[in-house]
């Protein structure tokens, strides 16, 4: 199993990393990394899990992640191609007194939050998308340049939406390894009647440990987790389809339609058809 603590390799003649990674590099497991991210999603779609948050990446998308905050890209159909393109940068690659210039105030904003992650909006995702695209072809000061410059745009803007704040991962190697496991099992069964001592079962754990184990390092508890995945899969059936919204319910994992719904209801705050009136106006 791999470790969730991934060294990320900046080559000699640079000072920070940006690069491509396409299937079958783009399938990293669930990790975590002393390094800022900026990605900028190039090819697929899939769930993003960021923290406590679980949610749908696409192509286009864009996230600014702060060090050592878990995350994990998860393709939609083990077939399709994910590609990203991907910056690591450590916080003080320039150095600290760089930083502690009064210029610079809008280039560290996005920098002081710690265990953070966010989504950028609208014009901004669209003209750090661009600057991405320019980095990786670029070398020398332009490089660095074009980094100050995506930097000071994010620190500058308000359309950005935080999707995780203040996660504090606590686990060690082993502890995110069986994360992992548990992830990639409830990945593969979220569409059945997974129960707990099922689950519980994989991690050799009872009941109640596994329990406190996933509240502990997830930030939430195991239900709330599958119903995330299986409400973000019934989000994805009615943006993109005109099957019946019953007929939806049945394919998210639910034998109930009460239950459907108000699971709906909680997460995304508007009914199923509201949900779908909402995204095809």
Not at 77 to 98: N, P, R, Y
Not at 120 to 128: H, M, R
Not at 227 to 233: D, H, L, N, Q, S
Request: charged share 25%; glycine share 6%.
């Amino acid at each position: 199993m791999k470790t969730l603590i991934q060294k990320i390799h900046v080559e000699e003649h640079h000072s920070f990393a940006c690069r491509t990674y396409k299937t079958p590099d783009f399938e990293t497991a669930w990790h975590k990394h002393l390094e800022c991210e900026l990605i900028l999603i190039t090819e697929g779609n899939g769930t993003a899990l960021i923290g406590d948050y679980i949610g749908e990446y696409k192509e286009g998308d864009v996230f600014f992640l702060s060090p050592n905050l878990p995350h994990w890209f998860r393709k939609s159909e083990h077939k399709m191609i994910g590609s990203a393109i991907v910056i690591h940068f450590l916080k003080d690659f320039m150095g600290e007194t760089f930083l502690s210039l009064p210029e610079l105030k809008n280039i560290c904003r996005p920098l002081e939050n710690n265990d953070t992650g966010v989504q950028l909006q609208g014009q901004l995702a669209e003209d750090i998308a661009v600057i991405i695209k320019k980095m990786e072809q670029e070398e020398g000061l332009e490089r660095i340049q074009l980094l100050l410059n995506s930097m000071q745009k994010i620190g500058s803007s308000a359309e950005q939406r935080t999707l995780t704040n203040a996660f504090d991962s606590l686990g060690g190697g082993a502890e995110n390894a069986l994360i992992e496991t548990i992830i990639d099992y409830s990945f593969k069964h979220y569409l059945d009647a997974v129960s707990l001592k099922e689950v519980a079962g994989i991690t050799r754990m009872s009941i109640p440990s596994f329990c406190r184990f996933f509240k502990r390092n997830v930030k939430k508890s195991y239900f709330d987790f599958i119903k995330e995945i299986r409400i973000g899969r019934a989000c994805k059936l009615l943006r993109e389809t005109d099957r019946p919204v019953l007929d939806i319910c049945y394919n998210s994992g639910y034998n109930s339609w009460p239950n459907f719904s108000k699971q709906f209801k909680d997460v995304t705050k508007l009914s199923p058809s509201q949900y779908r009136k909402q995204h095809l106006a």
